[in-house]
């Protein structure tokens, strides 16, 4: 079992470019959670998908936006960059059913310049 | 709204030291509680949790008991070793909608 993956692992992009992250969950997990970390702190939740569908969201602007695949995996999307948006992005899966512990990616460091 | 809150670190302990981390919430509804580690350069992993008041996670020999009329979720080691540090991460997480709310995490240095 593969666990959560997350590509690509780093990323420099520049301010008001776009981004797209991919996670793949776990084998069998059908919820996907992204979460940002920015350095020093706890993660903030960002939105959560399932059934393709976003069912929860943090606050966070519309620049953030994302899709689920039929195959549960995931994109996250980020427009307009800004310099603060320099983060980990975590991607973490879980199965609905049960609702069971969430399982975290290594993360896609994002820096904006 | 729902918030989790940890002591600051960093923490330093010597080798075969005592640990605890505190960890306090507010919450409106009955969350599970869990504890996550961050080792350098690595993602999330979760290391106990609890899911009702009076439980104890327990893992690799760390130790956390929900304490509901406290609203704590202590994190604790009997004897810590060099390969423990790393960042805890305590956090909650509502029954109905299971968004995990973080604290600030808790940076761990265990000297040989």
């Known amino acids: 079992d593969a666990g959560v993956t997350q590509s690509p692992t780093h990323l420099i992009k520049t301010r008001g470019q776009q981004v797209t992250l991919r996670c793949s969950p776990k084998?069998?997990?059908?919820?996907v959670s992204w979460y940002q970390q920015a350095l020093g702190q706890g993660p903030q939740f960002i939105f959560q998908?399932?059934?393709?569908?976003?069912?929860q969201r943090g606050n966070f602007p519309d620049r953030f936006s994302g899709h689920q695949f039929p195959n549960y995996s995931s994109e996250l999307n980020v427009n307009a960059l800004l310099l603060g948006d320099s983060a980990l992005y975590l991607c973490?899966?879980?199965?609905?059913?049960?609702?069971?512990?969430?399982?975290f990616g290594q993360g896609t460091r994002l820096t904006v310049v | 709204g729902d918030s989790v809150t940890q002591m600051e670190g960093p923490v330093t302990l010597s080798e075969e030291a005592f640990l605890t981390i505190n960890c306090t919430y507010t919450?409106?509804?009955?969350?599970?509680l869990f504890w996550y580690v961050q080792y350098p350069g690595e993602g999330l992993q979760l290391l106990l949790k609890a899911t009702k008041a009076d439980d104890k996670g327990s893992n690799k020999g760390f130790e956390a008991t929900y304490r509901k009329e406290t609203t704590s979720f202590h994190l604790e080691k009997g004897s810590v070793q060099v390969s423990d540090s790393a960042v805890y991460f305590c956090?909650?997480?509502?029954?109905?909608?299971?968004?995990?709310?973080w604290g600030a995490g808790t940076k761990l240095i265990i000297k040989p």
């Open positions: 919450a409106t509804g009955y969350p599970s």
């Open positions: 998908y399932y059934e393709e569908e976003e069912r």
């Open positions: 084998s069998g997990h059908d919820t």
């Open positions: 956090a909650l997480s509502d029954r109905s909608n299971y968004q995990l709310i």
């Open positions: 973490a899966s879980s199965l609905e059913v049960g609702r069971t512990e969430a399982f």
